[in-house]
């Protein structure tokens, strides 16, 4: 058998890159470019990090990333601004930074809003939490929309959940 007459069976696959908005290429598909993306979000993250320590002195960037991690001031400096160790090798921020860096809200906000960006995304929405004054009044709602031969025994079931009387949800 001849070997054309076998590939000409299996059809080609080729590789498939969406392109962005406007740029021609898939955004964060060059190594390079996206480890220095991640890199400049940390430094963002890092410039609005702060930390308080038990005296209430107030330290923000790297001095206040050592803080939190309890590690040396320099290493972090060094780390984070990417600079060269006295050796010549170039430091490198690892993902332990992370841990500190997205446990403060404002420095996740910036993290994250500038990883987005280097993705061509739109920046992420918050969760909004829901209290319970809103939870109650959307079940009874709910309840008020039951048909009336549902909505006694409706309001008699979350009553006795809750340990009150039904009366008192009316």
Known sequence: MRRDSISQGVPSIG??????????????????????????????????????????????GPAALAEAMGAARSDTYLRVARKEDGKGSLCRAFIDFLGPLLAH?????????????????????????????EMGRATLAWVRALPSSMRDAALADIAASLGIRAESLK
């Open 15 to 60: 590789t498939r890159t969406e392109p962005g908005i406007s740029s021609g290429v898939n955004p964060g598909s060059n190594p390079v470019e996206m480890r220095d993306a991640v890199y400049r979000a940390m430094q963002l993250a890092l410039e609005s990090f702060e930390h308080k320590d038990e005296a209430g002195n107030v330290t923000t």
């Open 105 to 133: 809200g404002a420095a996740r906000r910036a993290f994250v809003d500038s990883l987005m960006a280097a993705l061509d995304y739109e920046a992420p929405v918050p969760r909004r939490r829901v209290t319970d004054e």
